[in-house]
């Protein structure tokens, strides 16, 4: 099945400057890529996805970035506020008969004041 | 707006007790997913449905089952609990065909087997 290794699993920055979040999958047939966001205390909540054929994606300023070749997205903050403070998982859908999301191990942003 | 709920936000149980979690959708979502928890693990699937009594089992189906009479309801059934059974689960749904469409999740059933 889908494997999904997730890094780093806790990154610290400093408010104003960006954060990147890495994923590597291991099946070439996954064609989905979806990034979620949980708060403390919260539920997972989706903020960007990617289809694999697009290379990259804006919403303001988040950005996701897919290399196909490579098996390996990325998640961009850019200008990150203490609100961006939060864990972060990456995921990959497989289109073959299992049809589920495997996630990441997720990683834990922290936007220091 | 959109609403997944749970039964209980926190549970309490002992080993060997049969343990029931609900997940209730209002927003006639064809596909609904049991997820845990677990820090360093991410959230690991343990069952699926696309359908009404339908069921596909996840990544970590052993020791559940599930049950999906309705649409709206998908219950989590731990058969006889155990301490490693210990997380956080997670209850989804999404609309068809599920894969391009997001997963909008309940806040989650923290439950603790003693």
């Known amino acids: 099945g889908e494997n999904v290794e997730q890094h780093p699993s806790t990154l610290s920055v400093q408010e104003g400057d960006s954060a990147v979040i890495k994923c590597t999958y291991s099946?070439?047939?996954?064609?989905?890529f979806p990034w979620y966001k949980q708060e403390l205390g919260k539920r997972p909540q989706l903020i960007i996805d990617?289809?694999?054929?697009?290379g990259e994606k804006k919403d303001q300023r988040i950005a996701v970035t897919l290399n196909k070749t490579a098996k390996h997205f990325s998640l961009h903050i850019t200008e990150t506020q203490p609100e961006d403070s939060a864990v972060y998982f990456c995921?990959?859908?497989?289109?073959?008969?299992?049809?589920?999301?495997?996630f990441g191990s997720g990683t834990q942003l922290t936007v220091l004041p | 707006d959109v609403k997944v709920t749970q039964s209980s936000r926190y549970l309490v149980k002992r080993t060997g007790e049969k343990v029931f979690l609900e997940c209730v959708q209002d927003?006639?979502?064809?596909?609904m997913f049991w997820y845990r928890q677990d820090p360093g693990l991410g959230l690991r699937l343990i069952y699926f449905?696309?359908?009404?009594?339908?069921?596909e089992k996840g990544d970590i189906p052993e020791g559940y089952s599930v049950s999906r009479e309705k649409k709206e309801r998908f219950s989590l059934i731990l058969e006889s609990a155990s301490t490693n059974q210990t997380s956080m689960y997670l209850c989804?749904?999404?609309?068809?065909?599920?894969?391009?469409?997001?997963?909008?999740f309940g806040p989650g059933t923290r439950l603790t087997v003693l």
């Open positions: 099946d070439s047939a996954s064609n989905y």
């Open positions: 990617i289809r694999s054929n697009v």
């Open positions: 995921a990959a859908f497989h289109s073959g008969s299992a049809r589920q999301l495997t």
């Open positions: 927003m006639d979502h064809e596909n």
């Open positions: 989804a749904s999404s609309a068809s065909p599920g894969y391009y469409n997001e997963q909008f």
């Open positions: 449905s696309y359908d009404v009594k339908m069921k």
